[in-house]
């Protein structure tokens, strides 16, 4: 099976920064697309932005400008810098990833347990 496993939420004032990393981990023979989303209290989840393996970005409006994904394909992990954080921020993020793992050789789509950033004066 296929791990995803979120650090670098906390709580951060308007206007300051966050890198969220996610790692991939266990039996994989490969990752695809990886990607963000958020979670807000009595919100649907979203996408934040999502990367492919080659490189290809896609960010949602609201953090264009403001968030970057980037990611190293060596370590199977990726990144979220998030710079100019607003109050509407304050989420929970969660890791994704379609993976295959080699016990299945199944494309399978992952979570992670998430991780809580908090913005606030």
């Known amino acids: 099976q296929v791990q995803l496993v979120e650090s670098g939420g906390g709580l951060v004032q308007p206007g300051g920064s966050l890198r969220l990393s996610c790692a991939a981990s266990?039996?994989?023979?490969?990752?695809?697309?990886m990607g963000w989303y958020r979670q807000a209290p009595g919100k649907q989840r979203e996408l934040v932005a999502s990367?492919?393996?080659?490189?290809?970005?896609n960010y949602a409006d609201s953090v264009k400008g403001r968030f970057t994904i980037s990611r190293d394909n060596a370590k199977n992990t990726v990144y979220l810098q998030m710079n100019s954080l607003k109050p509407e921020d304050t989420a929970v993020y969660y890791c994704n990833a379609d993976g295959v793992a080699l016990m299945t050789r199944r494309l399978d789509n992952y979570w992670g347990q998430g991780t809580q950033v908090t913005v606030s004066a």
């Open positions: 990367i492919t393996n080659g490189g290809s970005t």
């Open positions: 266990g039996s994989i023979f490969s990752i695809y697309n």
